[in-house]
């Protein structure tokens, strides 16, 4: 198999569709893994770790990298069944899922658009954490069982697994994005506002806070005088990039929820292509639309609104009465939820677009006239900003 040569230059490599969700690992991520496994073989191989009363006997080097293999493999279904989980519930909502990609810090379920409603949002967010709570209730039984049936190194890697797991859940829940608790925050906020931008940067601010916490909490690890867990400066540096990154994904997406708070419709808004209340829908079938591929349109005259017509109105109209019937026939009339004003801002348009049930809005200046007209669908494909995505 030829190597897309597009995944190529991402530095990440397609390794599985599930679902019909491409399942992509980032070049990163192969560090990470031999990392782990090297770090848990030495202490499988060492001995010494408790697991619960039972302390491990140490095993033979083989043993030891072949169970810090597994682990590790583990660990990262573990992050995949996370994802997953965010994945499947964001189909569920009706969201078309783009990729699920592992990379060092974690994973990602990449969502095409925005959850339509804070309820969705909530339901995606928790769907991960609900995932890794199960996973480390299953590992721990395992671990139980081994230790009944007395194979405590087995025992010893269900308790590794279960632990991840666990702490993937936990510090998953931290409430600032792009962390799911950020992403419970921002449905919080949304329904209390109404508005996902306001809601999205305040999520944002606090994953900046939060960044910054676990940054200085890798400092103080690598140079607090008198706590020292195992590997100080390993855990320290770790818990520094982590910190950056997240640093990083949530600075994006506060500034990009403060930019779409500036735009305004006149901004982004095209000329509307519009038609005649008289016009034969059999004349915009054959004529209007090879055109113009746009799935609705503003009726007008003079200048003046009258209405929407949704390309959707017509599946239902047979085709015998296309020549007989009129655009003002089948449209939508004039009502508020159909227009807005060049100043309004972006942020808000998208709101009554996804509610409007149209899904384009016709502008209108401050004589009545139309001079414009905003697509949703086209909007959403310029600009996929990072806050539609749900980093695990
Ligand atoms: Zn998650």
Known sequence: MVMPIADFYR????????YGIPVRIDYRWFVVFAMSAWLIATNLGHG?????????PPVDSATAWILGTITTLGLFMSVFGHELSHALMGRAEGIEIEEILLHPFGGLARLRNEPHSPGAEFRIAVAGPAASFLFAVFSYVAMLLAMMGRYPVAAG???????????????????GYPLDGGRVLRAILWR?????????????????LIAGMIIL?????????????????FMGVWSILVGLFLLDTATKVVRSAQS??????GDVMSPPVTIA???????????????????????????????ILALEDLKSLP??????????????????????????????????????????LAVINSNGELVGFLLGGKLRRRERSPASTVPS
């Open 260 to 265: 779409a708070k500036l735009v305004t419709v």
């Open 48 to 56: 010494g770790m408790w697991v619960g009363q039972v302390q491990l």
């Open 192 to 208: 209390k506002s109404g508005n996902i931008t306001h809601a999205t940067r305040m999520a944002g601010i606090c994953g900046i």
């Open 319 to 360: 085709r015998e009465v296309w020549r007989t019937t009129h655009a003002r026939d089948v449209m939508r009339p004039i009502g508020p939820r159909f227009f807005v004003e060049p100043s309004t801002t972006l942020d808000r348009a998208r709101e009554l677009m996804k509610r409007n049930g149209v899904g384009s």
């Open 11 to 18: 530095r990440r490599i397609t390794v599985a569709r599930v």
């Open 157 to 175: 890697v269900f308790f590794l697994i279960g632990s991840g797991n666990l702490l993937l859940a936990i510090f998953n829940l931290f409430p």
């Open 277 to 307: 209340p008289e016009l034969a829908v059999s004349t915009l079938i054959d004529e209007v639309l090879p055109l113009h591929r746009q799935t609705s349109f503003p009726v007008a005259l003079n200048q003046q609104l009258q209405g």
């Open 217 to 233: 909490f890798g400092v103080y690890i690598m140079i607090a005088p008198n706590w020292r867990p195992s590997r100080p400066y």
